[in-house]
C-alpha cells in the first residue's frame, strides 16, 4: 500500500491524499480545494496530481471547501465512485459546494474582463452548478461508529472530531497479504470545548497516523470567548462610538457559533438595542441544517431549546440573501452588528462591506477564526498597517482591528496532543505525517508530538508518496 500526498502538505489548504492498495484500490482522502492565494489557486487546482476516473471511493472527513471543494471538479473530469461521508457533511456539502460555484462564475468572469484588456486567452470556471448536482448524486452516507465495509478488505469508521457538524476522524482498516493495516486521518481537530459543538470523542487505535497541525504552534486562550467579551466589542462599538461592527466569519459553523452566543445575551437582556444582520445566503440555509441536526449539538445547546425553540434566531437577528439589502447596508448610519462570510475576508460580500466601513475610526473588524499567511483577512491585521488594498484600490485604515481567538474551530497544539494521547497507545503507532499545516506550525508541533510519546513523525512534501 502506498499514500501519495496531493494537497495541504506544509500549507493549510487543498487537502488530498491518496491510498493506493495492493490489489488496486483507489481512495482519496478528502479532495479539498487550494485557497487564499486568488487566481493563483486556479492553476494549482486543476493540477489534481490524479486521474480522477481511476478513483474508486472519496473519503470526506467534512465539508470545508479546503476539503471537499474539488468534488464537482473531480466528478466534471469524470470521477463516478462513492463519495463517503456522514450525513451532516453531506447536506452541507449540497449548499457549500453550490456557493462555491456562484463564487468561482464570479471570479472567472472578473479575471477574464481583465485578460479582454490585456488581449490574453479567456478561462472557464472549473466547475458549475451542474458538476455539483453530479456529484451530490454520489454520496454515501454514514453515521458515527458504525464500521462500515467500502469495499472487500476495506472498513471504516466516522468518529466526531468535533471541528464542525458532521466532522470525523476517518479510521480505515485494510487487510493485505493477511495483514490488517489501521489508517487514522483526523481530517481537522476541534476544540476541547466549544460554544454548540460536541468535544472531539476518541478514535479506534492506528498504526498510521495522518494529521493536522494548523494550530500546531499555538495555544488558545483556555476559555472560550465569554459571552460578557464578544458583549464588549458590542458595545464599545455600537452604543460608545455609533459605528458598525463587521464580523467576517465563515458561514458554517463560526456563524452560527457567534449567532448562538448573541441570541444568549438576548434572551437574558443583555444585548443593546441593535440590529444585527447576518449577510449571507450560505449561512440562512447552513443555519437551517444546523436546526435540522440540532440533536448532535451539546448539552448547553440542548439546555437553551428547552426554552428557546431556535437558538440561532431572535427578534433582532435579520438573515439577508437579497442583493440590494446587502448593498443597502454599506450606505446606512445605523450602529449595528454585520456577519458576513468568507472569514478570510477573499471573497463574498464581506469583502464589500470591509471596503466601504475599513476608513471609518467609529467601526470595528472583528476577526474569529483563522486566516491564511496570504489572505486579506491576515493582511489586515499587520500592527501598524496604514493601507490596504481591495478589489484593485488602496484603502486608509481607521477602523479598529481586533480579534477574539475563542471562536477557532481548530484545537491548539496541546489540545490535539491531548486528544491524540488520549485515544491511542502512542507505542503502537508506527508512523506519524503531519499535514494541514504552514511549514512553521508543522515543525513545532512535531517537536511536540515526539515529547508526548510519537516515533517516526514525517512531514510529506506536496506530491511525495510513501509506503506501508
Not at 495492493?22 to 489557486?41: A, N
Not at 479582454?116 to 470556471?125: F, S, T, V, W
Not at 440542548?302 to 431556535?310: G, I, K, T
Request: hydrophobic share 35%; charged share 25%.
Amino acid at each position: 500500500m502506498k499514500i501519495q500526498f496531493l494537497g495541504a502538505a506544509r500549507e493549510v489548504t487543498g487537502s488530498k491524499h491518496l491510498i493506493t492498495t495492493d490489489s488496486g484500490k483507489r481512495i482519496l482522502l478528502d479532495c479539498g480545494m487550494f485557497q487564499g492565494k486568488g487566481m493563483e489557486t486556479d492553476a494549482m487546482n486543476r493540477d489534481l496530481g490524479f486521474e480522477p476516473k481511476d478513483i474508486d471511493y472519496v473519503i470526506l472527513s467534512h465539508a470545508h471547501i479546503d476539503h471537499s471543494g474539488l468534488l464537482p471538479y473531480i466528478y466534471k473530469l469524470g470521477f463516478r465512485g462513492d463519495i463517503i461521508s456522514t450525513p451532516a457533511t453531506r447536506d452541507l456539502c449540497s449548499i457549500m459546494l453550490a456557493d462555491t460555484a456562484f463564487i468561482l462564475a464570479q471570479d472567472v468572469r472578473w479575471y477574464n474582463k481583465k485578460m479582454d484588456r490585456l488581449h490574453r486567452p479567456r478561462i472557464k470556471p472549473l466547475f458549475d452548478n451542474q458538476q455539483v448536482d453530479g456529484c451530490m448524486q454520489h454520496f454515501v452516507t454514514v453515521g458515527y461508529n458504525r464500521r462500515f465495509r467500502v469495499c472487500d478488505d476495506v472498513w471504516l469508521t466516522f468518529t466526531n472530531s468535533g471541528h464542525m457538524l458532521g466532522s470525523a476522524i476517518c479510521s480505515l482498516e485494510i487487510k493485505e497479504g493477511g495483514e490488517m493495516k489501521r489508517i487514522a486521518y483526523t481530517g481537522d481537530i476541534g476544540r476541547k470545548k466549544s460554544h454548540i459543538l460536541r468535544s472531539p470523542e476518541r478514535f479506534p487505535q492506528c498504526d498510521y497516523l495522518i494529521c493536522e497541525s494548523t494550530y500546531g504552534d499555538r495555544l488558545h486562550d483556555e476559555a472560550l470567548v465569554t459571552e460578557e467579551e464578544l458583549l464588549g466589542v458590542v458595545e464599545a462599538t455600537c452604543v460608545y462610538k455609533h459605528g458598525k461592527l463587521i464580523i467576517p466569519s465563515f458561514s458554517v459553523g463560526r456563524t452560527q457559533e457567534i449567532v448562538y452566543v448573541l441570541n444568549k445575551l438576548y434572551n437574558e437582556q443583555h444585548l443593546p438595542k441593535i440590529n444585527v444582520y447576518v449577510d449571507s445566503p450560505l449561512s440562512v440555509n447552513a443555519t437551517h441544517i444546523f436546526r435540522m441536526y440540532a440533536s448532535e449539538l451539546n448539552e448547553d445547546v440542548q439546555d437553551v431549546m428547552r426554552f428557546d425553540d431556535d437558538p440561532f434566531g431572535f427578534n433582532t437577528l435579520h438573515y439577508i440573501t437579497d442583493i440590494r439589502d446587502s448593498k443597502a447596508l454599506n450606505t446606512s448610519d445605523e450602529a449595528c452588528v454585520i456577519i458576513s462570510a468568507s472569514g478570510m475576508m477573499e471573497a463574498g460580500r464581506i469583502k464589500h462591506h470591509v471596503a466601504n466601513q475599513i476608513s471609518n475610526p467609529n467601526n470595528t473588524i472583528l476577526i474569529v477564526g483563522y486566516c491564511t499567511p496570504t489572505s486579506l483577512g491576515a493582511r489586515i491585521q499587520k500592527p501598524g498597517l496604514q493601507w490596504i488594498s481591495i478589489f484593485g484600490m488602496d484603502r486608509r485604515i481607521k477602523a479598529h482591528i481586533t480579534k477574539l481567538e475563542g471562536f477557532s474551530g481548530h484545537g491548539d497544539w496541546r489540545e490535539m496532543t491531548e486528544y491524540l494521547t488520549d485515544s491511542l497507545d502512542v507505542e503502537q503507532v508506527r508512523r506519524v505525517f503531519v499535514v494541514h499545516g504552514e511549514e512553521e506550525a508543522q515543525s513545532v508541533y512535531r517537536d511536540h508530538l515526539y515529547e508526548v510519546g510519537f516515533r517516526g513523525i514525517e512531514n510529506p512534501a506536496k506530491g511525495e508518496t510513501v509506503l506501508l
